[in-house]
């Protein structure tokens, strides 16, 4: 279970349970509480920026990495730098699906015949 989940528990629980034992029980740090509590507080500083690569991962299919985001986000005069771009990728989970490779079979050939080309054996 992820820590931010945990928090949130805690947070919604704080005026019914003591934070201390809340805290033991989940295992969770109280100053790891305490910084989830204030980052609920203040704004996201990056969110306008992800919401922009969020449109365009969904436009894109998720084939933008974080370099060739960088590029656009370029062609449209926003210029950061391509460590926060990545980070807000990470953050948000914006990063790219891989892809992969499709395997390679000579044309003729069947999945599932077993032949080895030889003929007579």
Request: proline letters at 3%.
């Amino acid at each position: 279970m992820k820590p931010n989940f945990k928090y949130a528990v805690i947070h919604r629980h704080r005026e019914c349970y003591p934070l201390k034992q809340m805290c033991q029980f989940f295992e969770v740090s109280r100053s790891g509480y305490y910084k989830y509590v204030k980052q609920l507080v203040h704004p996201q500083k990056d969110f306008e920026l992800a919401e922009k690569i969020r449109a365009k991962q969904e436009v894109c299919q998720k084939t933008y990495g974080y370099r060739r985001m960088k590029l656009w986000l370029d062609s449209e005069e926003i210029v950061k730098n391509p460590k926060t771009i990545l980070r807000i990728m990470h953050k948000y989970d914006l990063l790219s699906e891989i892809r992969r490779r499709k395997k390679w079979r000579h044309m003729g050939e069947d999945k599932g015949s077993g032949h080895t080309g030889r003929c007579g054996i």
